[in-house]
């Protein structure tokens, strides 16, 4: 089977590589292999019935589109925010990209508002407070697609490639790639597949098998990072100013006791807590939130997330987040720990009774009552207490007693792949993007890199 080009993943990286390489080279033989489903069978049984089938794998991290636009689909239209394509790609031009990408998403169904632009009290008396309780608020425009819209957006599209003659072969997971004389020749999946350009764009759910073919191929890596930490949950109340005006409050602290830096991420106004499955079998929490009003809950949800970053001999970043990850399933059954914040830190185990006198009600109705100090190290629990003192002076309730906490969420990066210009590894023809390589960290800049690759293989 002999094609010009064979992208690996069909997240935002490898749909916006294919994208680019239809409009400017129609006449090359195209496949996309992808382990996941094709966006119209990606249905999370959890969120339809309630009741988490654990499907192999799971439709949330894969499948057609990706993991971050299935699970909430925003675009942060910063150059600064969610990758590192400012070491690869000068300023000015990032920049234009962000916008040439937000014009494609546009052009496929985006909604055309945008969050985090303009002036007024509000945004002022927060920024504020942030400054006055040493965090710092990262601002930038949002444009939320949202979950179900992601969905129609991303349909168009798929529809589009194929029509195109881009072939997309689903649930073929690639084994291996095939590296002849020092230069790519093809891959490995459910039998060889051929071609002289491979576009390795496995996105987050790949990471750990993208490090596997680092090792096994020799290409060079620097060693990533791991983000471990948990969801909060708290009623709309709470983050009233920050849901109105800017959207997602991306707050940076450094903490006094470790001087360790820790981070919100993926804030859901209305949202749904979700468990997400990696490696099998591996639960982690996720959030997610819909565009359309009549699918809104009562509550905001929101990562805090500490940042791991690791020295030699220890090169195991991903494992090390795994590891984490397995001793709170094995204490919950595979299934997500919850725990109310007044229980957090007193260090006991939250029950079903106090669980049920909540005034905030979970979202994510079968996780299991817990206790996350039996999971957490010491090091990272201290940094998200420290952390949730920080944020309830700047949005007061934060730190009630009621406040829900899941656990544990991992981000899961590669160690970074080392490339040269067009993102090409050491070995001849082989590509890097996305998530998968360590060189983004969100749905923008993934497409950016894709689209980057794209233009390098049409010339």
């Not at 079903?352 to 190290?377: E, F, I, M, Y």
């Not at 003192?389 to 829900?404: C, M, N, R, W």
Request: proline share 3%; aromatic share 8%; hydrophobic share 35%.
């Amino acid at each position: 089977m002999q094609y010009d080009v064979i992208i690996v993943g069909a997240g935002p990286a490898g749909i916006f590589a294919a994208l680019e390489l239809v409009k400017k080279r129609p006449e090359k033989k195209i496949l996309m292999l992808e382990k996941g489903r094709p966006i119209e069978d990606r249905h999370c049984l959890k969120r339809e019935t309630g009741a988490c089938k654990k499907c192999r794998p799971c439709n949330i991290t894969t499948g057609f589109s990706g993991a971050g636009a299935y699970s909430d689909g925003k675009l942060i239209l910063s150059s600064e925010i969610g990758g590192f394509l400012n070491e690869y790609v000068d300023d000015d031009e990032l920049r234009a990209l962000v916008d040439h990408v937000d014009s494609v998403y546009l052009s496929y169904g985006a909604d055309e508002k945008v969050y985090g632009l303009g002036e007024n009290d509000t945004v002022r008396s927060l920024r504020q407070r942030v400054i006055q309780n040493n965090l710092r608020l990262v601002e930038s425009p949002i444009r939320h697609i949202g979950t179900e819209k992601c969905r129609d957006l991303y349909m168009i599209i798929q529809k589009e490639l194929v029509s195109s003659g881009v072939e997309i072969l689903f649930r073929n997971p690639v084994k291996d790639i095939i590296v002849e004389n020092g230069r790519v020749a093809g891959v490995v999946a459910d039998r060889e597949y051929r071609a002289g350009s491979v576009v390795l764009a496995a996105g987050r759910d790949g990471a750990g098998w993208m490090n596997e073919m680092s090792r096994k191929h020799d290409l060079k890596t620097r060693v990533g990072g791991v983000d471990i930490g948990v969801r909060i949950e708290v009623r709309n109340e709470i983050m009233e100013e920050v849901n109105r005006t800017i959207y997602e409050s991306k707050l940076i602290y450094y903490t006094p006791t470790f001087d360790d830096r820790v981070r919100t991420f993926c804030h859901n106004p209305s949202g749904y807590v979700a468990a997400e499955f990696y490696d099998r079998d591996l639960a982690v929490v996720n959030g997610h939130s819909y565009k359309s009003p009549e699918y809104w809950s009562g509550n905001t949800n929101f990562a805090v997330l500490v940042s791991n970053y690791f020295t030699d001999p220890f090169r195991e970043p991903i494992e090390y987040g795994r590891y984490i990850a397995r001793l709170a399933n094995m204490l919950s059954g595979n299934r997500i720990i919850i725990q109310r914040l007044g229980d957090f830190r007193r260090g006991r185990r939250t029950t079903q009774a106090r669980l049920k006198r909540n005034n905030v009600v979970p979202t994510l109705d079968d996780a299991v009552p817990g206790d996350l100090s039996l999971v957490l190290p010491y090091r990272i629990m201290l940094d998200i207490k420290e952390m949730i003192g920080a944020l309830d002076a700047v949005f007061p309730g934060i730190g009630s007693e009621e406040t829900l906490l899941y656990g544990v969420e991992v981000k899961f990066y590669s160690n970074i792949i080392s490339v040269g210009p067009d993102f090409e590894t050491g070995i001849k023809g082989l590509y890097v993007a996305g998530d998968g390589a360590g060189i983004t960290r969100g749905l923008v800049q993934a497409s950016i890199n894709g689209l980057l690759i794209g233009r390098a293989l049409s010339k």
